[in-house]
């Protein structure tokens, strides 16, 4: 029986705010539910390929995929961690860019790219790890994607950002893609001793109302050691705080997607 894949883009203009993270942490934990998910790592960085045990090697990436040298069943990889496969990146996916910007109607060039995958079924969850920048590349991810979730840094400057993206959710909406719409936000890197945290989540919790997840992800030695390791926290240390956040998160995301499922408004 064929899957109806949702394909989720997890994004940030800004660096630094966990949304890799995330991605990896959150396709290991869903993997573990017994769900099959596909990772796409867009970033050049490849953090995603390296936090899942892949070593960057060149003409591995969607590059290869997006100026037509290959079809994007070839590029997509297993990893050591049972029901994750991942489309890697690499350093010349930089250059991603320019080439999709040649192409007629680049906004639907990932979306025209994943129709197979889609058609065929294999997976629950696609999830795409954009590039830390509102470049082309995040746009024509966002213009792929059924849902966004937000990983937000608590920070107060991060809040700034947080609007900046629900825009281009809005306008994406509004023009290339009716489908899409804001899955969630996640506060990440929370820090139990800062009244800050508290107050950033909080407010962030008044404009957003449910959209927020009620998993927060704390600030954690073992999730920032896990990539070293090639390994997601929930593999590396599965009795650390963080790992326990991300599996919160994990069957807090799929409840959520089921409850979408089941009503036509979004």
Do not use: W
């Not at 920070?155 to 809005?170: H, N, P, Q, S």
Request: hydrophobic fraction near 45%; proline fraction near 5%.
């Amino acid at each position: 029986m064929k899957k109806q894949t949702k394909v989720i883009a997890v994004a940030n203009q800004k660096g630094g705010v966990g949304k890799t993270t995330t991605v990896v942490n959150l396709a290991a934990a869903l993997a573990r539910m017994n769900k099959t998910v596909l990772v796409i790592d867009l970033d050049p960085q490849a953090n995603a390929t390296s936090g899942l045990g892949l070593p960057p090697t060149p003409g591995t990436s969607l590059y290869a995929a997006l100026t037509g040298q290959t079809f994007i069943g070839d590029v997509i990889q297993g990893t050591p961690f049972e029901n994750v496969n991942i489309i890697p990146s690499e350093l010349d996916l930089a250059g991603a860019e320019l080439e999709i910007a040649r192409q007629e109607n680049h906004l639907l060039v990932v979306r025209n790219l994943l129709e197979p995958v889609l058609t065929a079924g294999v997976y629950d969850y696609i999830l795409i790890d954009c590039p830390p920048s509102l470049g082309i590349l995040m746009t024509a991810s966002l213009a792929a994607a059924n849902g966004v979730v937000v990983a937000m840094q608590c920070e107060y400057y991060a809040m700034e950002g947080l609007r900046v993206i629900t825009d281009v959710v809005r306008r994406l909406r509004e023009g290339a893609n009716p489908a899409i719409h804001l899955e969630g936000i996640l506060m990440t890197m929370y820090d139990a001793r800062t009244n800050l945290s508290e107050d950033v989540v909080q407010e962030v919790r008044k404009h957003f109302g449910k959209l927020v997840y009620k998993t927060v992800i704390p600030r954690n030695i073992r999730i920032s050691e896990a990539p070293s390791f090639g390994q997601p926290v929930v593999e590396y240390d599965p009795s650390s705080k963080g790992a326990q956040a991300y599996v919160a998160l994990a069957k807090e995301f799929a409840a959520r997607a089921r409850s979408q499922a089941q009503h036509t408004e979004v």
